[in-house]
């Protein structure tokens, strides 16, 4: 199947709903308090990153896309910091402030299990009709400089019966796209939305009762949802058994993508952003719902509440792997944490790998024996002409990386443009350092952010410099 997942780019999304802030701290646990038999976490990192509704807007812009959203969000820290973390990702908002705390889910993790979370939010919280006449001009506003609309319904209250039938009502008008993330058992506010996008438990809760995982009772009670709510489609997500997409008469039966399911939070926000996009782009429905299994089937093997990215989705689609072996730095520390979690053994490494040969191969393989996930650091072209003079690279660093993510013992490559790998190495902290043969240990640049440095030895008579001179005689 090929799509042009560039048509992606540049789409503009309105995302209203229950924004929050998901926050981690994650560290050891080495003893039992001696004040109540409660763990003590050592703490060793924390980060706060987007949730609920802005999660969604989150992984729209990782997608390439626009987003804008509207929420609502306290005057306190968290709701400035929303603001921020909104403007740093370059998403245009249109929050309303009240007098309650802005959503806040705490999770501690320690020894990779979540040991307690912590929320900070208002119970019963209701929207005064004031309130929902502001929101429906806001929405209302937006609505005709967006491609779709996403509802991101989490319960906290901002998704009202008026306000979801008022943007329902005003996108119809203005013929978009409308797709809601449900909650709860009161449909009505979303009927007459495009699509709605239940988990299995969001449909029992609907139906009223436990739905089992198995596709003739999903058909049966899709198609009753589609007439009882005015909805042109349905799709509910099954964990490991997909999708199932409902429109009248058929259901089509989508089987997961997954290959390692690690981490489900933030999944429901990537499979209502990809479909988004899709949508907006004007893909065929069955094309828009492959592209969110594919995403979802990405997200679930990272840790934390992480967004699909472009060049992963791409990749997935052009060879149907499920990431990037070339990522981004920026993207580094992410993926550093899901490693971690999983504890998974990092073992980096570096070099210019302009003209790669057998004692390349050798050596990368030799590399990858000392744990699970071997990382590559490659100089950039810069980098490479400083140290090796202005005729080389020979490659493009996209052309060496290419070769590269060829080998079957190479997990993730990283370009950087410095003459050593320093910083690079401070970064990823690996658990093993290797570097050729023809260094000492103590010249290892780099060292000191490694808990072990292995040399090896390169073979004799393998050089890039050597063929390049002889491919000029």
Not at 59 to 76: E, F, I, R, T, W
Not at 240 to 248: D, R
Not at 349 to 371: I, M, P, R, S, W
């Amino acid at each position: 199947m090929e799509l042009d997942i560039t048509r992606l780019v540049n789409k503009k999304i309105l995302v209203i709903g229950d924004v929050m802030i998901d926050t981690y701290h994650i560290g050891k646990v080495k003893r039992i308090s001696p004040e109540a038999p409660v763990p003590i976490v050592q703490v060793s990192q924390s980060y706060s990153v987007l949730g609920g509704a802005a999660n969604v807007a989150r992984n729209l812009v990782s997608l390439g896309c626009k987003a804008v959203v509207v929420g609502l969000v306290g005057g306190d820290a968290n709701g400035g910091l929303m603001k921020e973390m909104l403007a740093d990702l370059h998403i245009d908002n249109d929050l309303m402030n009240v007098n309650h705390p802005t959503i806040t889910k705490i999770r501690i993790l320690g020894n990779n299990q979540q040991i307690v979370r912590i929320d900070f939010e208002q119970d019963k919280f209701v929207l005064s009709t004031g309130d929902e006449e502001v929101l429906a001009q806001i929405i209302k506003k937006n609505i005709s400089q967006c491609d779709a609309v996403v509802i991101s319904d989490y319960g906290k209250g901002f998704c009202t019966y008026d306000v979801c039938q008022r943007a329902i009502a005003e996108a119809k008008r203005n013929n978009k796209f409308v797709i809601v993330d449900p909650k709860g058992t009161d449909w009505s506010k979303y009927a007459g939305a495009t699509i709605v996008t239940p988990n299995l438990k969001e449909l029992s809760d609907i139906i009223g009762c436990d739905i089992e995982n198995e596709d003739k009772v999903i058909h049966e009670k899709s198609i009753h949802l589609l007439s009882q709510y005015q909805l042109d489609y349905l799709l509910v997500t099954r964990s490991e058994k997909g999708m199932t997409l409902t429109t009248l008469p058929n259901c089509y039966d989508i089987k997961t993508e997954a290959r390692e399911v690690f981490d489900v939070s933030g999944a429901g926000d990537t499979v209502v952003a990809t479909l988004s996009a899709a949508l907006a782009a004007l893909f065929p429905l069955l094309d828009a719902v492959y592209l969110s299994n594919k995403a979802a089937g990405i997200v679930v093997g990272k840790m934390g509440t992480t967004p699909i990215y472009y060049d992963e989705l791409f990749k997935s689609i052009e060879s149907n792997s499920f990431y990037n072996k070339l990522i981004d730095r920026s993207r580094l520390k992410e993926i550093l944490f899901t490693l971690h979690a999983k504890q998974q053994k990092v073992v980096f490494t570096n070099g210019c790998f302009d003209v790669l040969h057998k004692g390349h191969v050798f050596y990368l393989q030799e590399a990858k024996k000392y744990g699970d996930i071997l990382i590559v650091g490659l100089n950039s072209d810069a980098s490479v002409k400083r140290l090796k003079g202005d005729s080389r690279p020979i490659n493009k660093a996209i052309d060496r990386a290419a070769v590269l993510e060829a080998l079957k013992c190479v997990d993730l490559i990283v370009i950087f443009d410095e003459d050593t790998p320093y910083n690079l190495i401070k970064e990823v902290q690996p658990d093993v350092l290797v570097k050729g043969g023809d260094y000492e240990v103590e010249n290892v640049v780099g060292r000191e952010f490694s808990k072990k440095v292995v040399l090896i030895d390169f073979q004799r008579g393998y050089s890039s410099t050597n063929i390049i001179h002889k491919l000029e005689l």
